[in-house]
């Protein structure tokens, strides 16, 4: 199983998917791949390819609190820039070039302050990213996904 933390901790709450990352990393799961960056690029495929379930965590400008988690689909109809990809994307790539059969799931944690410099959650994030923290941690223990 992989978990890809991603977003930018400079920009406060846009660190929530890198946070979650480096909490889950420290409980050392079996079975589970660790991974964190500021964005999805292509060449996340072939570390997705190789595992039989991915999470992409990242932060959620809106939406259900303290996170939403759901399924997705590799999208076939791919656009990306040299700077990003999404999930969808990542995901379809890995099934085109690497013939994966990976499931993957889509995990944003409610996050509230963006528009600022600075390594810091707010306190509503730090809440709702305690609330993710469980929630993954459980879902690995249990290997709920496979």
């Keep these: 199983m992989l978990l890809i933390g991603y977003g930018n901790p400079g920009r406060l709450d846009d660190g929530l998917g890198p946070a979650l990352a480096d909490a889950i990393e420290k409980f050392n799961l079996p079975d589970v791949t660790v991974d964190s960056d500021y964005q999805l690029t292509v060449e996340d ?8 379930v991915v999470i992409f965590a990242d932060a959620a400008l809106k939406g259900q609190e303290p996170f939403f ?3 997705i689909q590799p999208k076939s109809d791919i656009s990306f820039s040299t700077h990003s990809i999404e999930p969808e994307a990542v995901l379809a790539l890995a099934h085109d070039l690497f013939k994966a059969d990976t499931k993957a799931y889509v995990l944003g944690i409610r996050g509230y302050e963006f528009n600022d410099f600075g390594e810091k959650l707010s306190d509503k994030a730090q809440n709702n990213l305690l609330d993710a923290i469980e929630f993954i941690k459980k879902c690995f223990l ?3 996904f496979i």
């Design 69 to 71: 988690f759901k399924e």
């Design 142 to 144: 249990e290997k709920k």
């Design 45 to 52: 495929a072939s570390s997705v390819s190789e595992h039989d």
